[in-house]
């Protein structure tokens, strides 16, 4: 099963217009888009680096910390593609979210 909404965004953000046979220079990504899928990115990565990370004792805070990071990333793209909430709804969000597990 394929989401038909984010194959229609992924295909937004790398359509390119044909004409008579000449191609024209692909179509600017709107800021939206560029802002789900940079999150993406930079949370895959950040996942990366934490498993190489955690199998160190050295390391291991810095691996948590970069799941952490990342897994709070790839949340914050994936409401915003699908377009669940808005950007103040989501800091607010992490910010209660901060409030309520750091002292724990």
């Not at 004409?19 to 024209?24: I, L, N, V």
């Not at 996942?47 to 955690?54: A, D, H, P």
Request: hydrophobic share 55%; net charge neutral.
């Amino acid at each position: 099963m394929s989401n038909p909404l984010a194959y229609s965004s992924l295909l937004a953000a790398v359509e390119i217009t044909v004409t008579e046979g000449s191609t024209t220079a692909p179509a600017a990504p709107d800021h939206h888009s560029v802002l789900v899928w940079g999150s993406y990115l930079i949370a895959a990565a950040l996942f990366i680096l934490s498993l190489k990370w955690l199998s160190h004792p050295r390391t291991a805070r810095n691996g948590v910390r970069a799941g952490e990071i990342g897994m709070a990333l790839a949340i914050v793209g994936t409401l915003l593609m699908y377009q669940v909430v808005t950007y103040k709804w989501v800091l607010v969000g992490m910010v209660l979210g901060t409030l309520i597990g750091a002292p724990m």
